[in-house]
């Protein structure tokens, strides 16, 4: 994720928007060395059941990360109830 002040924010917006939209870089926006927004891009579907943290997360492709990741549960696991 690239960093940038609200000041940079303001006068690249455009280009910022192409390149979520495009390449799916992840901008953080803040003042003073903290973020304050995110701007990522929006989610391909939107269910409007669901707020609207749970549609990013869902399907924006956010984890898709995971999918380079080993699966240490077997359906066996997932299966077992802990309760």
Excluded: C, Q, W
């Amino acid at each position: 994720m690239k960093v940038v002040t609200t000041t940079t924010a303001r006068k690249n917006i455009g280009n910022m928007i192409n390149r979520v939209k495009y390449s799916g870089e992840v901008f953080g926006i803040g003042r003073r060395n903290s973020i304050d927004a995110l701007l990522i891009k929006f989610p391909n579907t939107y269910n409007k059941e669901l707020n609207d943290i749970t549609n990013v997360n869902a399907n924006s492709g956010s984890f898709d990360f995971l999918a380079d990741e080993p699966e240490i549960y077997s359906v066996a696991d997932l299966r077992k109830k802990y309760v």
